[in-house]
């Protein structure tokens, strides 16, 4: 069997020239007689690696100097519990906005150390994004929390407010490196490696140096940005060999011509895929524009049976885990950067057969 058209939600699909060249790295890296994932992570051939990845990193977000990039782990659900450690430092207070299950996660966790107010919600369905009123925002809250894209429902947050010195920060997990985003405008940018990045078990934290604090007392010193910062996330072992994946995603995004590049593709990609649904006598998306995610594309059938039935005959073509998550049914075909476009044409031309057979 060959390669498919893997729409999962994450782990998600990677560049087959990534895998590829890990595939010949595998047991002999560069001469050192070893696999990455067998060397030291001190060692000058790991630190090269490690130090390209954030290079590359930094050059494709165009990432200031006054920001720090961390390589952790514990995935963005970590995140949920190191951002009020070690951010709730003054009013202890945090403004959060309500788009879906992993805002809802972030906020039960941020309780958990201090005040949350939740400033704006969807929560009724999640399929739109809510109104962000800065007129409801604290002016004293020690950051504002948001997720970018929401991966369950397919939405987007496509707009920042002014929350003026009260820094942003954002999950942007599923959308991160997939359009021109200005760094400077965010406090934190957080993100689990498994959707555009590389393998699951790392998370990058892209946090201004400012905001890198004592943390809480109490707090375990493996949740501290500080002890994570001053040790260039190497205070433990680090997720090497995801690194290294990390590392050569970032050169094959690079070769395709960054960032910039591959959100025209993204954005090509989605509009098929959104201009076919809103066409189809039988498909219906399940979000509207402005709201949708470039990412994330959900829609439904008329009954459950008929989304049973596409999800069945869609694997047996090659195009699998378009399944919606267990939380919201229907379909969704998540198309990261390494999904190609070809990939999403293929999906729109098995699409029309489907409608066309079962009118
Ligand atoms: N935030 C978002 C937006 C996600 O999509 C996910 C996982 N799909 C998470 C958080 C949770 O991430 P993790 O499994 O890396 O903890």
């Known amino acids: 069997m060959g390669r498919v058209y893997n729409f999962s939600a994450g782990?998600?699909?990677?560049?087959?020239?990534?895998?590829?060249?890990?595939?010949?790295?595998?047991?002999?890296?560069?001469?050192?007689?070893?696999?990455?994932?067998?060397?030291?992570?001190?060692?000058?051939?790991?630190?090269?690696i490690i130090e390209e990845a954030e290079a590359l990193l930094r050059e494709l977000m165009d990432i200031p100097a006054n920001y720090r990039i961390l390589f952790l782990q514990g995935g963005a659900s970590s995140q949920f519990a190191m951002i009020p450690l070690n951010l709730l430092t003054s009013s202890r207070r945090a403004d959060y906005v309500n788009t879906g299950l992993w805002s809802k996660r972030a906020i039960a966790e941020c309780k958990k150390y201090g005040e949350v107010n939740v400033v704006a919600s969807s929560a009724d369905k999640f399929d739109y994004i809510p109104e962000l009123d800065a007129s409801k925002f604290d002016k004293d809250a020690d950051y504002f929390h948001i997720t970018t894209n929401n991966t369950i429902y397919g939405t987007k947050i496509s707009y920042l407010p002014d929350t003026g010195a009260v820094p942003i920060v954002t999950d942007m997990s599923s959308s991160i490196l997939s359009e021109i985003v200005d760094v400077n405008r965010y406090g934190v940018i957080y993100a689990g490696a498994q959707k555009n990045i590389g393998p699951s078990?790392?998370?990058?934290v892209i946090i201004r140096d400012d905001m890198i604090k004592e943390p809480a007392q109490s707090t375990p010193t493996m949740l501290s940005y500080k002890v994570h910062a001053e040790n260039g996330s190497m205070y433990n072992t680090p997720a090497t060999y995801s690194v290294y994946i990390a590392m050569l995603v970032f050169r094959w995004l690079k070769s395709l011509g960054g960032v910039s590049q591959i959100e025209k593709i993204n954005k090509e990609k989605a509009s098929m895929l959104y201009d076919f649904l809103d066409d189809s006598t039988l498909f219906a998306p399940n979000i509207k524009a402005p709201h949708r995610s470039i990412m994330n594309v959900t829609f439904v059938l008329p009954s459950e049976e008929l989304n049973v039935k596409f999800i069945k005959e869609a694997e047996k073509s090659g195009l699998v885990s378009l399944k919606g998550h267990r939380t919201a049914g229907g379909m969704r075909a998540s198309i990261y950067n390494a999904m190609p476009v070809e990939g999403v044409s293929t999906l729109i031309e098995f699409m029309k057969k489907f409608e066309t057979e079962n009118k």
């Open 11 to 48: 782990p998600a699909v990677l560049p087959l020239e990534v895998l590829e060249t890990a595939a010949m790295q595998m047991a002999d890296y560069k001469n050192t007689g070893m696999s990455v994932m067998e060397m030291s992570h001190r060692g000058k051939v790991y630190m090269e």
């Open 201 to 204: 078990g790392l998370t990058i």
